[in-house]
């Protein structure tokens, strides 16, 4: 027979003396619970809060209730780029378990703009910081209370709702955040802010394993962590999702809707009003707690690639959580002691508070999310055109990537049966036709959205993310449907056993560039063209343009690897019969260069920008399959640089790494290859390793209206908002026949995220790429920068004895969802050296 125990009973004190109760007592004292399911302090073997708990004890927590409770089953939605499962719990009814198959195929029709009368979805989103950890620890309470839980309540909601918990979104930064707290505590916790426990190594457990932000991937998805979120919410399309973050330790708590001017306007109006409603059941939670909050100030609903605005562009209403941090066990701030264990509470308390309002609104949450994609429907009818047709311009890897995006968040659309004209673009079969009218038509906006106007210039994130831009993809609207097909035309096909005088692979593929890396690392002779031509292949006349890469036929098992490459990559080589040219230089020219393999470093380590250093590794580990040395700069000066054929430095201060340039100096002139953007040009110019002028914010400064006065204290904070480039889409006017610029586009949008530039006529060296003076393509920027910036350089090359320096204004990397502009370090790594 079960019997029922009181939480309040069982006295499940959390560790730390300034919550000397447990949440599940505090926040349910009547509950009654099976005594059939262990009780987290059972399975931890002591409170929730007396230390931080890896993920793998919390995954294993979830699987004994899974194990032993029927209103609970557990999926794997992805694995982490460490291999870690990412586990979600749906927990319900037994009865809705039953039917749990029809519940999640009702799911599908509200995609349609059906009515679905199901229970209401909730999704509860836990620590996609890895080291917000109350997010984590607040998950194991919640769940226990749902899975065992015998009061009306907990009954009547589990009837009502089907309530997921995805304990961590970002298990290898939970572990990473875990591992260094858990090693700093004492037996005696220390609370004092400058105990080394607060004070993380690098990388932080904020990020995930190649260093991004987790949630600022919603949209594009670079990372495997996103890929399985984004599918398991397209699969069951929640009505709510809560998305629990940790802030500043000096704040209290948050909650949405947030600064209602900066909720991007494609949002509907009742999106918010269902946020703000809900958001009373949250002000109540925390008043019980004599729990200080704010809910309409610092956050906004502006980028779509958040996890509490991702929702809101897909007929969800998502909720951002911010809670006081206290980045371990406890510590000390204006509002009193700051612990885990008050984050675990309060998370848990806006946990409840998030059901009870969802269950409260759910008529309105179903008729809201049936209304916003009949609306959509709506709005695509009354426009004009039929659709979008979208080329990358031959490069079929970037237009593969793109499709997959649009895939994921099931966006329709087909593959052109033939070539189309339209407003004097040339589209190919197997370019991409995207029809308006579809339930997804709002998100199709968002995409392609390219304003440049907002209600407030002040945006906690980027002001712009055009997916047309940072893929840099040709866009036509059509009046008509164009004939199209569901699936992309097969290649043509290359026989590769077949001899060939030479084989030629086009440079503009996106992976053509990993295609290379692959040859040179097998030992195979490659060569590059220095310019564009026209040769004779097997099936015909073949155009070609700078950066094509040739190989001579006769090469020992050449023929197996290039068909491996396709059969990997989808990089065709095009078999050539004969080595003079028909337009440009024969294939012996000068004008061809040999290619040599690349063994690349990236300094990194404190004052290093985390986030852009792991970009770049991403890139050159990800996509171009090369071995990255990763050099801390605590020991920089001791390695052996002249292992190395590349050094990259991207964003960051490294003001604390000294001897630099008596280690870079010799590594150039001897041959090496130094790439650094944004700030690491500007150290590299302190360090006198390069004589150029990098302009930075003070160089700005007095463009302004107010510079030199005395502003009012209430206009600062709009007037730093003006002062900054947060995130806009600009463009490079760039000389493709420069080899930094083969293979991509003469007007090269590029994600601006600092302001600097380097001085045009100050600048020594090469200049590769300059800003134009309509230079502005998306997003916000004062004006007084589009004035300033425009005619200023954005990329140049220096030589210095047998290497050179490359240097760039801006990261070509951007949240690795900027494919546009990567070639930019493949160009680096390949190119440029070959033809100092």
């Given at each position: 027979?079960?019997?029922?125990?009181?939480?309040?009973?069982?006295?499940?004190?959390?560790?730390?003396?300034?919550?000397?109760?447990?949440?599940?007592?505090?926040?349910?004292?009547?509950?009654?619970?099976?005594?059939?399911?262990?009780?987290?302090?059972?399975?931890?073997?002591?409170?929730?809060?007396?230390?931080?708990?890896?993920?793998?004890?919390?995954?294993?927590y979830?699987?004994?209730?899974?194990?032993?409770?029927?209103?609970?089953?557990?999926?794997?939605?992805?694995?982490?780029?460490?291999?870690?499962?990412?586990?979600?719990?749906?927990?319900?009814?037994?009865?809705?378990?039953?039917?749990?198959?029809?519940?999640?195929?009702?799911?599908?029709?509200?995609?349609?703009?059906?009515?679905?009368?199901?229970?209401?979805?909730?999704?509860?989103?836990?620590?996609?910081?890895?080291?917000?950890?109350?997010?984590?620890h607040?998950?194991?309470?919640?769940?226990?209370?749902?899975?065992a839980?015998?009061?009306?309540?907990?009954?009547?909601?589990?009837?009502?709702?089907?309530?997921?918990?995805?304990?961590?979104?970002?298990?290898?930064?939970?572990?990473?955040?875990?591992?260094?707290?858990?090693?700093?505590?004492?037996?005696?916790?220390?609370?004092?802010?400058?105990?080394?426990?607060?004070?993380?190594?690098?990388?932080?457990?904020r990020?995930?394993?190649?260093w991004?932000?987790?949630?600022?991937?919603?949209l594009?998805?670079?990372?495997?962590?996103?890929r399985?979120?984004?599918?398991?919410?397209?699969?069951?399309?929640?009505?709510?999702?809560?998305?629990?973050?940790?802030?500043?330790?000096?704040?209290?708590?948050?909650?949405?809707?947030?600064?209602?001017?900066?909720?991007?306007?494609?949002?509907?109006?009742?999106?918010?009003?269902?946020?703000?409603?809900?958001?009373k059941?949250?002000?109540?939670?925390?008043?019980?707690?004599?729990?200080?909050?704010?809910?309409?100030?610092s956050?906004?609903?502006?980028?779509?690639?958040?996890?509490?605005?991702?929702?809101?562009?897909?007929?969800?209403?998502?909720?951002?959580?911010?809670?006081?941090?206290?980045?371990?066990?406890?510590?000390?701030?204006?509002?009193?002691?700051?612990?885990?264990?008050?984050?675990?509470?309060?998370?848990?308390?806006?946990?409840?508070s998030?059901?009870?309002?969802?269950?409260?609104?759910?008529?309105?949450?179903?008729?809201?999310?049936?209304q916003?994609?009949?609306?959509?429907?709506?709005?695509?009818?009354?426009?004009?055109?039929?659709?979008?047709?979208?080329?990358?311009?031959?490069d079929?890897?970037?237009?593969?990537?793109?499709?997959?995006?649009?895939?994921?968040?099931?966006?329709?659309?087909?593959?052109?049966?033939?070539?189309?004209?339209?407003?004097?673009?040339?589209?190919?079969?197997?370019?991409?036709?995207?029809?308006?009218e579809?339930?997804?038509?709002?998100?199709?906006?968002?995409?392609?959205?390219?304003?440049?106007?907002?209600?407030?210039?002040?945006?906690?994130?980027v002001?712009?993310?055009?997916?047309?831009?940072?893929?840099?993809?040709?866009?036509?609207?059509?009046?008509?449907?164009?004939?199209?097909?569901?699936?992309?035309?097969?290649?043509?096909?290359?026989?590769?056993?077949?001899?060939?005088?030479?084989?030629?692979?086009?440079?503009?593929?996106?992976?053509?560039?990993?295609?290379?890396?692959?040859?040179?690392?097998?030992?195979?002779?490659?060569?590059?063209?220095?310019?564009?031509?026209?040769?004779?292949?097997?099936?015909?006349?073949?155009?070609?343009?700078?950066?094509?890469?040739?190989?001579?036929?006769?090469?020992?098992?050449l023929?197996?690897?290039?068909?491996?490459?396709?059969?990997?990559?989808?990089?065709?080589?095009?078999?050539?019969?004969?080595?003079?040219?028909?337009?440009?230089?024969?294939?012996?020219?000068?004008?061809?260069?040999?290619?040599?393999?690349?063994?690349?470093?990236i300094?990194?380590?404190?004052?290093?920008?985390?986030?852009?250093?792991?970009?770049?590794?991403?890139?050159?580990?990800?996509?171009?399959?090369?071995?990255?040395?990763?050099?801390?700069?605590?020991?920089?000066?001791?390695?052996?640089?002249?292992?190395?054929?590349?050094?990259?430095?991207?964003?960051?201060?490294?003001?604390?790494?000294?001897?630099?340039?008596?280690?870079?100096?010799?590594?150039?002139?001897?041959?090496?290859?130094?790439?650094?953007?944004?700030?690491?040009?500007?150290?590299?110019?302190q360090?006198?390793?390069?004589?150029?002028?990098?302009?930075?914010?003070?160089?700005?400064?007095?463009?302004?209206?107010?510079?030199?006065?005395?502003?009012?204290?209430?206009?600062?904070?709009?007037?730093?908002?003006?002062?900054?480039?947060?995130?806009?889409?600009?463009?490079?006017?760039?000389?493709?026949?420069?080899?930094?610029?083969?293979?991509?586009?003469?007007?090269?949008?590029?994600?601006?995220?600092?302001?600097?530039?380097?001085?045009?006529?100050?600048?020594?060296?090469?200049?590769?790429?300059?800003?134009?003076?309509?230079?502005?393509?998306?997003?916000?920027?004062?004006?007084?920068?589009?004035?300033?910036?425009?005619?200023?350089?954005?990329?140049?090359?220096?030589?210095?004895?047998?290497?050179?320096?490359?240097?760039?204004?801006?990261?070509?990397?951007?949240?690795?969802?900027?494919l546009?502009?990567?070639?930019?370090?493949?160009?680096?790594l390949?190119?440029?050296?070959?033809?100092?």
């Amino acid at each position: 027979m079960k019997k029922l125990i009181s939480i309040g009973a069982l006295l499940l004190a959390l560790a730390i003396p300034s919550v000397t109760a447990s949440p599940l007592a505090t926040l349910a004292p009547d509950t009654p619970y099976l005594d059939t399911l262990p009780t987290p302090t059972q399975h931890f073997g002591g409170s929730v809060g007396e230390r931080h708990l890896r993920y793998d004890e919390v995954s294993a927590y979830f699987h004994r209730l899974a194990n032993n409770s029927g209103r609970v089953t557990l999926e794997n939605i992805g694995f982490s780029h460490q291999g870690r499962p990412q586990w979600a719990a749906i927990i319900t009814s037994e009865a809705n378990h039953q039917r749990l198959d029809d519940l999640l195929a009702q799911r599908a029709r509200a995609a349609a703009g059906d009515r679905v009368d199901g229970p209401v979805v909730i999704w509860l989103a836990y620590s996609i910081h890895g080291d917000e950890a109350s997010g984590l620890h607040a998950s194991p309470l919640f769940a226990y209370h749902l899975a065992a839980g015998q009061s009306v309540e907990v009954k009547n909601w589990l009837e009502d709702a089907i309530v997921v918990i995805t304990p961590s979104q970002n298990p290898d930064g939970n572990d990473r955040f875990s591992n260094w707290v858990n090693g700093y505590r004492g037996s005696v916790p220390s609370g004092h802010n400058y105990h080394r426990e607060h004070f993380q190594g690098w990388p932080s457990g904020r990020v995930n394993h190649f260093w991004a932000d987790l949630n600022r991937d919603w949209l594009y998805q670079a990372h495997p962590e996103s890929r399985g979120r984004v599918a398991f919410f397209q699969r069951w399309l929640p009505h709510v999702v809560s998305d629990y973050h940790e802030m500043g330790h000096q704040s209290s708590y948050f909650f949405q809707p947030g600064v209602p001017d900066r909720t991007h306007p494609l949002t509907p109006a009742e999106n918010q009003a269902l946020t703000a409603r809900i958001a009373k059941h949250h002000a109540r939670a925390l008043d019980a707690l004599y729990q200080p909050y704010f809910s309409r100030e610092s956050f906004d609903d502006f980028y779509y690639g958040k996890g509490s605005t991702y929702p809101d562009i897909n007929g969800s209403v998502g909720i951002l959580f911010e809670q006081a941090t206290a980045r371990g066990l406890h510590r000390d701030s204006d509002y009193g002691e700051v612990t885990l264990a008050l984050g675990v509470r309060n998370h848990l308390a806006t946990s409840f508070s998030t059901v009870r309002g969802a269950i409260a609104e759910a008529d309105a949450l179903r008729e809201y999310q049936r209304q916003f994609f009949r609306d959509a429907l709506d709005k695509a009818d009354d426009r004009r055109g039929a659709g979008y047709l979208v080329s990358a311009r031959g490069d079929r890897a970037r237009l593969n990537a793109f499709a997959d995006i649009l895939r994921s968040h099931r966006v329709q659309f087909q593959y052109l049966t033939a070539a189309v004209q339209q407003d004097e673009i040339a589209f190919a079969a197997g370019d991409l036709f995207i029809p308006f009218e579809q339930p997804q038509y709002r998100l199709i906006e968002a995409l392609f959205d390219q304003r440049t106007a907002f209600a407030d210039n002040t945006f906690y994130d980027v002001s712009a993310f055009s997916a047309e831009l940072a893929f840099d993809l040709t866009r036509a609207e059509v009046r008509r449907a164009p004939r199209t097909q569901p699936m992309a035309p097969a290649l043509p096909k290359i026989d590769y056993q077949q001899p060939a005088l030479q084989w030629l692979i086009p440079w503009q593929d996106r992976l053509a560039p990993a295609a290379l890396n692959r040859l040179l690392e097998a030992g195979f002779r490659v060569r590059f063209a220095e310019t564009g031509g026209q040769v004779m292949a097997r099936q015909g006349a073949l155009d070609y343009q700078a950066g094509a890469l040739t190989l001579l036929g006769n090469q020992p098992g050449l023929a197996q690897a290039l068909s491996q490459i396709e059969a990997e990559l989808g990089v065709q080589a095009h078999p050539l019969v004969s080595g003079q040219a028909l337009a440009g230089s024969d294939l012996g020219s000068r004008r061809f260069h040999a290619a040599t393999a690349v063994k690349p470093a990236i300094l990194i380590g404190r004052d290093v920008s985390q986030y852009e250093a792991g970009m770049l590794w991403f890139y050159l580990d990800q996509v171009l399959g090369i071995e990255t040395v990763l050099l801390d700069g605590e020991y920089f000066t001791r390695a052996p640089l002249q292992e190395f054929t590349h050094l990259f430095l991207v964003d960051g201060a490294y003001s604390k790494l000294t001897g630099a340039k008596a280690a870079i100096e010799p590594f150039v002139r001897q041959g090496g290859t130094v790439v650094a953007w944004k700030r690491g040009v500007a150290r590299l110019a302190q360090w006198g390793l390069v004589d150029v002028t990098v302009r930075q914010r003070s160089y700005f400064a007095p463009e302004f209206a107010h510079a030199g006065e005395q502003l009012a204290f209430a206009q600062r904070n709009s007037e730093h908002a003006r002062r900054t480039i947060g995130g806009a889409i600009v463009n490079w006017q760039l000389d493709t026949t420069h080899p930094l610029g083969f293979g991509l586009s003469a007007e090269l949008p590029m994600m601006k995220n600092r302001e600097l530039s380097l001085a045009a006529k100050e600048s020594k060296g090469r200049s590769v790429a300059h800003y134009p003076e309509a230079l502005l393509r998306s997003g916000y920027m004062a004006p007084e920068y589009q004035k300033a910036l425009a005619g200023e350089v954005a990329a140049q090359v220096m030589g210095q004895g047998a290497g050179q320096y490359i240097l760039m204004a801006d990261n070509p990397l951007f949240r690795n969802f900027w494919l546009g502009s990567e070639r930019l370090v493949a160009n680096s790594l390949f190119m440029v050296p070959a033809l100092n």
